[in-house]
């Protein structure tokens, strides 16, 4: 996808060099222009403005006032040039690319513009708006603190909040976080990354533990009350319990924040504050500014907040739609943060969407990631949790899908063999692909989130390719496409691995126990079932195990069952009988409706499994490198564990 960028700099045309010599008066600003030269402009700091600007940060602001604000920034920039870079802004739009537009000031007290808003000549749309589009702040020379060395791991998650000043939707932010990272498999403990009744001193603690034992906080997530504190904003927060005798209150300002966070900059790559005003800097000319400004200044890589009061709802899907992009795409911090300004754009009755703000630095790249994701597996295999990285076995996946779904239609036994030699990778086609497909499908089920989310998309695409406000034809083609889509997931699914083990009776027992709903389909995989015959000694086991598998596929009981097999272990197949029709299981192993062979990856394969997980978590390879590594591998036996 495509990437455009544009830099906005500018600096009071008198005492440039002091960033707070503000007055309130109509200034003179300079702007810089595209080929380097710079335009005076002038922005009226009178009455009806400042109105204006205070009225922009209250949650039932009137619309009205929006739009003016928007116009008057419109107007700011139009002598400048801005005129120009319209057009191309909304071409990219129109394009789905990616628009980046960077605001940088010597005068600081253009940081409290809100530049979200500033509306667009021809369509009379805000900025922030757009699709893909992306307004990021960054302070004049300075720079992210560097990491110091390669991460031995890959970061955690700090969850820290303080009741002191209220009651907050502190269950929710860290349920949701919790959630993600599970499905994600990223990690996440509850007793070691939530932190309830912060204060400066505990949280010092929790980002000190961290860089000591090697686990080191990548992203803090803050959670509290906002409040007027001086000329500025601070947060309120628990205070030392020896301070005052027992458990109390303080506010915390940017600069003791700073203190407590900038030694850790190195490692500390985002801080996410879902509280009031944390974006906010306060009266004019103030010379500490927001925390948002005060973090990114000291060289912390990337900060997110909120220029005015943030809402419960507000701040809980601000969470759910950030994480959801950072860990569980995963994606870039600039697409998670375009995401969330959508969904924030949902509530009618809050300007949430206009006053989030991201402060960081062009310099860092368009592709920030403050977590890092480990894309490959090594020699483990892939489980539905790793799908997204699952690349190169589209065709095997959409053939075991297949074939149980005709297994169904033609009332047969819903047993599946999927068998390969040695390395071919059976386990993580059925568990990284095929299962994590039905779970996915199964979701979609029975959430009606997904469903109402689909639904609205499904309508909006048919009304867009003919033309249409014909409501009736849109939901029979959305009905038509959940038919299919629960093709094979009528209700939710319910899923089970196991392995034969030397109890396998016991085991399927205890599995099938534990099934939750009988009205479900349920899906058993038994996983490197070859070990029926290397773990297991008795003949008339193995045939009873067997049977039992066979029995289960059969009739009425929505059992489904898929078995691993060595492909060389096939042969042995032919000593189990599986009825009284002296119905062996080789022949149902060679049966090609009962039958997925996985065989060794072509290269087309393997390039996917090799630059598919990259590219998901922002890598790109050097020119040449793939072909590189696939010619190293070449046809050595075991080429896929060896790759």
Known sequence: MATNRMLLEFARAEQADDPYAFSFRSQQYLVRTERGGFRREEWAWDAEMLSDLEAVGEPDCDPVIVQRMGDRLYTFLAQAGFERHEGWILQAAERAERIYITIRSAAAELYALPWELLTLRASGQHLDELSGLLIRYAWPETQTTPVPSAPTDEGRILVAFSEAGGPLPASEHQAI???????????????????????????????????????????????????????????????????????????????????ILAPYADQLRLVVLCACDSGNSGALGNHLGSFAQTLHRAGIQSVVASRAPLSVRGSIRLTETLYDRLVGEPASLESAITSARKALAHDADSLDWANLQLYARPEDGDDTRPLIIRPYRGLLPFRAEHARFFFGREAEVGEILSNLQTLVEADKPRFLVVAGASGTGKSSVVMGGALAALMENSAESTDDGVEVESALRTIELWQQRNGSHNLRRAIDELRRGVVERRALSNSAWEIAVMRVGNQPMQTLEATMAARRDPSCDFLLVVDQFEELFTAIDSPDLRQRFAQKLWMLSHGPSRVHCIITIRVDFLGKCGDIVLDGSDLRLDQVAYDERHRVFVAHTRSEQQRAAIEGPARLVGLQFEPGLTATILDEVGAEPGALPLL
């Open 177 to 259: 976080i919790q959630k993600i990272c599970k499905r994600a498999s990223y990690s996440f403990d509850v007793k070691r990354d939530v932190l309830s009744d912060v204060s400066l001193a505990r949280l010092d603690d929790a980002l000190s533990s961290g860089r000591r034992e090697g686990k080191p906080i990548s992203a803090l997530h803050i959670l509290a009350h906002g409040c007027a504190h001086g000329e500025a904003f601070g947060l309120s927060w628990n205070s030392e319990p020896s301070d005052v005798g027992g458990k109390g209150s303080v506010v915390v300002d940017p600069g003791r924040l700073r203190q």
